[in-house]
């Protein structure tokens, strides 16, 4: 099945510095990829969706300028959170779609997450 | 305000025994509902995706259904197993190409 990986899977950082997470799609070529954020006991809520080759559009109350978005190749999705902050501190995750089964968000594959702590 | 409920946020299962937990949603502009299967420290793994309203789904042991009208889902384990311990999410897209997520049904199967 299709796989995507996260890199890292957890990291701790000051505030005041910026923290970069990787999404990759390993066996398949993903358009689209989607980044999630879970706060403790909440669901996961869309913060944004990458497409290949152009900007994200980010969900309502999501600060594009913060949380930086870069598709650059059809396996990669990075998500730049920009002087952090402890209210920061959360899970993100993100989704790849396999554009083989169209659009909407049908089989949705999703990395294992990274826990960002900032102190 | 689009929201999901997933009910009950814990369960407690003894090995062997079957169970249910529900999925509520908006029952207008409807897309699609999904189900997810997240154990600790891994990817959420797809589980179904519903579209039609009526439609059941089997995967071995586990199978849901959907009422696109009322807005609810069931999923459904029969004879659980320690290996389906997880959280079990429920997420609903709808035509405008929004996802919504439930906080998820933690599931313990119990020795």
Redesign the interface.
């Known amino acids: 099945g299709a796989v995507v990986s996260q890199h890292p899977s957890w990291v701790i950082c000051k505030s005041g510095t910026s923290v970069k997470i990787e999404c990759r799609s390993l066996d398949f070529q993903a358009t689209t990829m989607f980044w999630y954020r879970q706060f403790p006991k909440q669901s996961l809520m869309l913060m944004a969706t990458s497409n290949e080759g152009s900007k994200a559009t980010y969900e309502q109350g999501v600060e594009k300028d913060k949380f930086l978005i870069n598709h650059a190749s059809l396996t990669l999705s990075t998500l730049t959170v920009t002087s952090a902050h402890p209210e920061d501190s959360s899970f993100y995750i993100c989704s790849a779609r396999d554009p083989q089964f169209g659009q909407g968000h049908y089989e949705q594959y999703f990395g294992p997450g990274t826990r960002l702590t900032v102190t | 305000i689009l929201n999901?409920e997933q009910s009950p946020q814990s369960l407690h299962v003894q090995e062997g025994d079957s169970t249910n937990f529900t999925c509520s949603f908006p029952s207008s502009n409807f897309?699609?509902l999904?189900w997810?299967r997240w154990e600790t420290?891994?990817?959420?793994?797809?589980l179904f995706?519903m579209t039609l309203n009526g439609d059941e789904k089997k995967k071995g042991r586990i199978s849901a259904t959907l009422n696109t009208k009322e807005g609810y889902s069931y999923l459904y384990i029969k004879g659980s197993q320690p290996e389906d311990s997880a959280t079990y999410?429920c997420?609903f897209?709808n035509r405008d190409?929004?996802?919504?997520?439930?906080?998820?049904t933690r599931l313990h199967i119990l020795p």
């Open positions: 999901v897309y699609a999904h997810y420290a891994k990817s959420p793994e797809a995706v999410l997420a897209s190409d929004k996802i919504i997520f439930g906080k998820g």
